[in-house]
């Protein structure tokens, strides 16, 4: 199965679907984004790019409010906090301070930029 995301005007996911392999084989058997793209666009309309399920190419899998970015062929979650920063390389967001590597859990404080140990 492929997945496909469409993509409103500021390149942010609307939803993601599943394509039949067979919807996007080219006349040799090749899967073809391009065809995909003209069979999500012919039965729906809209603005399509393929997602990979297990993040093998564009750096993540898509997701509603993800966003599409081009120049990094990259799909980016939301920005969790303001505070983060976004890894060029990795497109993932990266806290100021380090995330606790003592087993235990933790959520982000965004007042004070640190980890809160949850009880």
């Known amino acids: 199965m ?3 995301a ?3 005007e500021s390149n942010i996911v ?3 679907i599943v394509v039949n ?14 065809i995909g793209i003209s069979f999500c666009k012919k039965l729906l ?4 790019i393929q997602t990979s399920y297990n993040s093998t190419f564009r750096k ?3 997701g509603k409010g993800y966003t599409y970015d081009k120049i990094r062929d990259a799909f ?9 920063t976004l890894d060029e390389e990795t497109c993932n967001w990266i806290p100021p301070v380090p995330f606790p590597n003592d087993g235990k859990i933790y959520k982000w404080n965004e007042e004070n930029l640190s980890w809160i140990e949850v009880m």
């Not at 392999?21 to 391009?34: A, F, M, R, T």
């Not at 309309?45 to 399509?48: A, D, L, M, Q």
């Not at 980016?76 to 983060?84: A, L």
């Open 2 to 4: 492929a997945h496909f």
């Open 6 to 8: 469409e993509l409103d």
């Open 14 to 16: 609307k939803r993601v």
């Open 21 to 34: 392999n067979n919807d996007i084989l080219d006349k040799d058997g090749n899967e073809s984004e391009v």
């Open 45 to 48: 309309g809209g603005e399509w």
């Open 60 to 62: 993540h899998y898509a």
């Open 76 to 84: 980016i979650s939301p920005k969790p906090y303001s505070s983060w």
